[in-house]
């Protein structure tokens, strides 16, 4: 069965553009020029992933997004934008966002990017090199006064619940079962992301920043004190690693 995307896009020659690659590439799409309707949209239908607009009539992106995260839908969503800012792109995180690409774009990085998320989202829940090490249970693992139990998708630190996004989430149990190895921002974007690596990999990851903003997400959520981390620290020029004894 085709996936099916949903593009919530007032400009309509960027949504025609789109939606005429979407069929090319095989996929189903619904379009939605207003936030409203797209809103409705994704709250009553199923869909493989959302690409948001920020500045729609009505309801904007960033409402949308967190809408759709407090209503507990976690398709992937794909923010599209002018903007260029970092606030912006950390809200979108903050918000729930999966990916976020600056208009203009080409047609080759969207579907590029469409299809890692599709793929992140479909992937298994284990990650490559995974053992379980750390508890009692392989489905838990524990680091300092964090908790996570792989099984039922559930983070804890120090005994109270804490709400990441899938996205943080997935990088959060990746870089736990691979303690004190050092990744790359680019190697994250493959095993995390789902990027597919390639000759013209370059062309296609977009920022590598998009790392660094969630891992800061991610050390607000997990650390004592997220200016001196302790558990996802950096080797500069190298990478980022979780520190088995954080």
């Not at 593009?7 to 207003?34: F, H, P, Q, T």
């Not at 790359?184 to 990027?195: A, F, G, Q, S």
């Not at 370059?202 to 004592?224: A, C, N, Q, S």
């Amino acid at each position: 069965m085709a996936k099916k995307l949903l593009i919530v896009e007032d400009e309509k020659n960027i949504s025609y553009i789109i939606s005429e690659n979407a069929k090319i590439e095989g996929y189903d799409y619904d379009v939605s020029y207003d936030g409203e309707d797209g809103l409705n949209k994704a709250l009553t239908n199923s869909y493989d992933l959302i690409l948001l607009d920020l500045m729609l009539p009505k309801i904007e992106g960033f409402e949308i997004c967190r809408r759709l995260r407090a209503e507990k839908i976690a398709t992937p969503v794909i923010i599209l934008t002018a903007r260029e800012e970092e606030v912006d792109k950390i809200l979108g995180f903050e918000l729930g966002a999966d990916d976020y690409i600056t208009k203009p774009f080409s047609v080759k990085e969207l579907f590029a990017r469409i299809k890692a998320n599709i793929r992140r989202s479909s992937a298994d829940a284990e990650s490559p090199g995974a053992d379980g090490s750390g508890g009692a249970n392989g489905n838990i693992i524990r680091i300092n006064t964090i908790i996570i139990d792989c099984e039922k998708h559930r983070v804890e630190k120090n005994g109270a619940s804490t709400e990441l996004s899938r996205l943080e989430y997935d990088l959060l149990v990746f870089l736990a079962k691979n303690p004190d190895k050092i990744f790359p921002r680019e190697e994250l974007l493959k095993n995390v992301w789902k990027y597919d690596i390639s000759d013209d990999f370059h062309d296609f990851y977009g920022d590598p920043r998009t790392v660094d903003v969630t891992i800061k997400r991610l050390r607000d959520k997990i650390e004592d004190d997220s200016s001196n981390p302790k558990i996802i620290q950096n080797k500069r020029g190298m990478g980022y690693y979780l520190a088995k004894d954080g």
